[in-house]
């Protein structure tokens, strides 16, 4: 799917951001996200709130706490919030993102990835993790 982006999309028309938005979905099956799982799940995070996937989704990514899935959880998250600002399931989102912040105390550009995600919801006018965000800053 993530090779093959141009001949899906031609053979799929319109139903190809639907088909993504479902994707999103196998998430549930995976052990942890890799490399290759990244790049199909950054090709659908736009998409998940196409039918209102967006919680099943939140609620898969919460089940990976490996520090290397957490990692890469963050940039998909952010793809997430280029198109969508789920809030449903807040302790889920809260979840993610302290994780991320917990990860990120050895790893800047993931902290970054969890500040980016707290001051996104909060410019949009969303403050269930402004506490989290107020927590994690030092010095």
């Not at 190809?16 to 199909?40: C, G, H, P, Q, V």
């Not at 736009?46 to 706490?65: G, V, W």
């Not at 290397?68 to 940039?75: A, C, H, L, N, T």
Request: aromatic share 12%.
């Amino acid at each position: 799917t993530v090779k093959e982006q141009e001949l899906i999309k031609s053979k799929l028309g319109e139903k190809y951001n639907t088909f993504l938005s479902r994707m999103a979905e196998l998430t549930i099956w995976l052990d942890k996200i890799d490399e290759t799982t990244e790049k199909w799940l950054m090709l659908s995070a736009p998409f998940i709130e196409i039918d209102y996937r967006s919680s099943f989704f939140i609620e898969y990514l919460t089940k990976f706490d490996d520090e290397e899935s957490v990692k890469r959880i963050g940039r998909i998250f952010l793809k997430v919030l280029e198109t969508a600002t789920p809030t449903f399931k807040k302790e889920d989102i809260q979840l993610l993102v302290e994780r991320l912040y917990k990860v990120g105390e050895k790893d800047a550009a993931i902290k970054a990835d969890a500040e980016n995600i707290c001051n996104t919801y909060g410019r949009r006018g969303i403050h269930f993790l402004k506490d989290l965000f107020y927590k994690n800053q030092k010095g």
